[in-house]
């Protein structure tokens, strides 16, 4: 797929533009009280900066695309019958990582994606704290923008042993560890948030399992940039994950790839 020009560089200096309003509460000498943390309703943390990422992404998709509908992890309330109609969205986590940004790790990123007919066409992860910014358009190419230009990336294919596994620094389970304990000789590395995509993209590494619930936001600018890469985002059945197609925003388990080829050492 091709990407208008025009608008990939819209949304690319709209992500840098979140990362800066990030970055003023994370930067803060009041960092507890700007943060203003408290819960949401499924008890995952909120807070002031995520708001603030939202608001300035969705008043400037609202700019960059007028009339198209703009699905944010801080405006999740529209009912499904509503959204079967959309075949053309943007799909938005404001904050991915909130937990990381907590914990002041750094590992937090701004993810904004665009979904045709439900897939992940044109995805854009920026990380606040570096100012590393990627994107992707699966057909298209997938980049590391840098002072220099557009660095170009490959997964790494074939994967070579050991395997280079990504796993959750907040989200190991038990499912998990069973996986990584029926792979082939490998390494595991901790990586927050959806800078694992951006690092199976990149060629540092092959896999990310994720058992248990995400949402359609975690994954979808990833996905995109993967898939641009030469990788995958697969469900246990081996199909490439779609977007808004179900009741709930909730996605199923899956295995980020780097090499498609991979599936076949996977258990089950």
């Given at each position: 797929?091709?990407?208008?020009?025009?608008l990939?560089?819209?949304?690319?200096?709209?992500?840098?533009?979140?990362?800066?309003?990030?970055?003023?509460?994370?930067?803060?000498?009041?960092?507890?009280?700007?943060?203003?943390?408290?819960?949401?309703?499924?008890?995952?943390?909120?807070?002031?900066?995520?708001?603030?990422?939202?608001?300035?992404?969705?008043?400037?998709?609202?700019?960059?695309?007028p009339?198209?509908?703009?699905?944010s992890?801080?405006?999740?309330?529209?009912e499904?019958?509503?959204?079967?109609?959309?075949q053309?969205?943007?799909?938005?986590?404001?904050?991915?990582?909130t937990?990381?940004?907590?914990?002041?790790?750094g590992?937090?990123?701004?993810?904004?994606?665009?979904?045709?007919?439900?897939v992940a066409?044109?995805?854009?992860?920026?990380?606040?704290?570096?100012?590393?910014?990627?994107?992707?358009?699966?057909?298209?190419?997938?980049?590391?923008?840098?002072?220099?230009?557009d660095?170009?990336?490959?997964?790494?294919?074939?994967?070579?042993?050991?395997?280079?596994?990504?796993?959750?620094r907040?989200?190991?389970?038990?499912?998990?560890?069973?996986?990584?304990?029926?792979?082939?000789?490998?390494?595991?590395?901790?990586?927050?948030s959806?800078l694992?995509f951006?690092?199976?993209?990149?060629?540092?590494?092959?896999l990310?399992?994720?058992?248990?619930?995400?949402?359609?936001?975690d994954?979808?600018?990833g996905?995109?940039?993967?898939?641009?890469?030469?990788g995958?985002?697969?469900?246990?059945?081996?199909?490439p994950?779609?977007?808004?197609?179900?009741?709930?925003?909730?996605?199923?388990?899956?295995?980020?790839l780097?090499?498609?080829?991979l599936?076949?050492?996977?258990?089950g």
């Amino acid at each position: 797929m091709r990407m208008d020009e025009a608008l990939r560089e819209g949304v690319i200096a709209l992500a840098h533009r979140a990362a800066a309003r990030i970055l003023a509460v994370y930067d803060s000498a009041a960092f507890e009280d700007e943060a203003a943390i408290r819960q949401k309703d499924d008890r995952s943390p909120l807070t002031a900066a995520d708001l603030a990422s939202h608001r300035c992404i969705v008043d400037g998709l609202a700019e960059l695309t007028p009339g198209l509908p703009v699905l944010s992890e801080e405006s999740a309330t529209v009912e499904i019958a509503a959204r079967r109609g959309w075949q053309r969205f943007w799909l938005v986590d404001p904050l991915d990582g909130t937990r990381e940004f907590i914990k002041r790790n750094g590992e937090f990123t701004v993810n904004i994606a665009l979904v045709e007919a439900g897939v992940a066409v044109f995805g854009v992860i920026q990380q606040p704290v570096t100012g590393a910014l990627w994107y992707g358009v699966p057909g298209g190419g997938a980049f590391r923008r840098t002072e220099g230009g557009d660095l170009a990336l490959r997964t790494r294919v074939p994967a070579a042993r050991p395997l280079r596994v990504a796993a959750s620094r907040s989200h190991r389970d038990a499912r998990t560890q069973a996986l990584l304990d029926a792979l082939p000789a490998h390494e595991t590395l901790a990586c927050g948030s959806s800078l694992k995509f951006c690092r199976i993209a990149e060629g540092e590494i092959d896999l990310y399992p994720r058992f248990g619930p995400t949402s359609e936001w975690d994954t979808a600018a990833g996905q995109a940039i993967l898939e641009a890469a030469g990788g995958a985002v697969l469900d246990p059945r081996g199909r490439p994950f779609r977007y808004n197609q179900r009741e709930g925003l909730l996605n199923g388990d899956f295995v980020a790839l780097g090499d498609p080829a991979l599936r076949a050492v996977l258990p089950g």
